[in-house]
């Protein structure tokens, strides 16, 4: 009888920042060339359209030497999230007068961000080592310091940061979600809304409230709603906030 073959070692919670990188880059195929095409293809054709073969494709390369620069798709889409949050604006030498004008003014960025590149909303709550790249590392660095220049006790500045954080991923994720939806039907916002407001006003018949505030609704520009239901949310979030420094 053969001997048994000793079990094979499970690895733990694998990530591109987690992993030190190789130094058999070749100059004409970096890692950089690779996710730049990769965020191409991404915010051309979607997250459904990316595997390792056809960006291989496009950069004229085999996926056998993307492997070299990463070691996996979820790795690439980590190097491509981050690669998208240097795009995030924040207050560099902030005063403490102006903390929530400038929060604020980040939170509309990083809003913005995400809208520019839909697909993100089906990836951000499964990437769970993206917090750890340079650009978001950079852009929580920042933050932090404006909201300790505020007042806020580093502690504190900490969670109030993951609060601001957490309503804007969750409004802009769900806004971008509804832009996929919109991609793959062709149409424009306004004609898709006016379209499904009959169906939206017919379930609601029997619920006064909803009956109400749909008919107020009806005929509104619907990116100025989306415009104006996020900075409400974020109106409240920063008057939460403001307390704490009272």
């Known amino acids: ?28 195929l970096s890692r950089e060339h690779i996710v730049a095409e990769a965020l191409r293809l991404l915010d051309e054709e979607g997250i459904d359209a990316l595997s390792m073969r056809k960006l291989g494709g496009r950069l004229g390369a085999g996926a056998t030497s993307l492997y070299r620069h990463v070691a996996n798709k979820d790795e690439l889409l980590e190097l491509a999230v981050d690669e998208i949050y240097g795009e995030i604006e924040v207050q560099a030498a902030p005063v403490p007068a102006n903390w929530r004008t400038d929060t604020a003014s980040c939170a509309h960025s990083l809003r913005a961000t995400i809208l520019r590149h839909p697909w993100l909303a089906s ?14 590392m950079r852009i929580s660095e920042a933050m ?5 220049t505020a007042g806020f006790p580093a502690d504190e500045a900490d969670r109030a940061l993951s609060t601001l954080v957490a309503y804007v991923i969750g409004t802009a994720t769900s806004e971008a979600a509804w832009l996929n939806v919109l991609a793959r039907s062709g149409e424009d916002e306004r004609t898709m809304v006016e379209r499904l407001w009959p169906a939206a006003e017919q379930a609601a018949q029997d619920f006064p ?4 505030g749909y008919a107020e609704q009806r005929g509104a520009d619907p990116r100025e709603a989306r415009e104006e239901g996020f900075r409400y949310g974020l109106d409240r979030v920063l008057d939460g906030l403001e307390t704490r420094l009272k």
Do not use: D, I
């Open 1 to 28: 009888m053969a001997p048994e073959k000793p079990a094979r070692k499970q690895e733990g919670f694998q990530s591109v920042w987690t992993r030190p990188r190789t130094g058999r880059e070749q100059p004409v």
């Open 123 to 136: 990836v951000l709550g499964e990437l769970g080592m993206s917090y750890l790249g340079p650009n978001w």
């Open 144 to 148: 932090l310091k404006l909201l300790t």
């Open 209 to 212: 409230l909803l009956r109400e």
